[in-house]
């Protein structure tokens, strides 16, 4: 596994992790890397992608619920709704990495969490966001 899919993977995971325990990005950094390890690589961008996804927080928010037709952030789960605002980060503010990856991983990121924890996909959110 490259260290950009891992990276987001632990990203998504710190992500849930501060919506459910309501804590700030440090602090939830701080408590993953406590308890798990990472090759460097994927530590330096997975903070990247939780630190700028939390700094554009308000932004990224605005532009998901205007994409998100009868879909309310609320609506969403912890899990998708994180995928998106990390993905969303990932298209504005990362401009090495080509849209056309960062849509394919947040999707295939979306499907292998559905599959562990067996809800239904959401991947349709980028169908429509994706032919402009």
């Not at 891992?6 to 890397?33: H, S």
């Not at 532009?63 to 969303?88: E, F, P, Q, T």
Request: a negative charge; charged letters at 30%.
């Amino acid at each position: 596994m490259g260290h950009r899919r891992k990276a987001r993977e632990v990203a998504l995971q710190v992500l849930y992790e501060m919506d459910v325990l309501q804590i700030g990005p440090g602090e939830a950094l701080e408590l993953f890397w406590r308890n798990f390890d990472a090759p460097e690589e994927a530590r330096s961008f997975s903070s990247d992608l939780v630190l700028g996804a939390t700094r554009h927080h308000e932004e990224i928010d605005g532009l998901i619920v205007g994409c998100s037709d009868h879909w309310s952030l609320d609506r969403m789960s912890r899990v998708d709704r994180n995928i998106l605002r990390m993905a969303v980060y990932e298209l504005l503010y990362c401009a090495d990495i080509p849209p056309k990856v960062t849509l394919n991983e947040a999707i295939d990121l979306e499907k292998s969490t559905a599959r562990r924890i067996r809800v239904p996909s959401s991947t349709g959110f980028w169908m429509p966001s994706t032919r402009n």
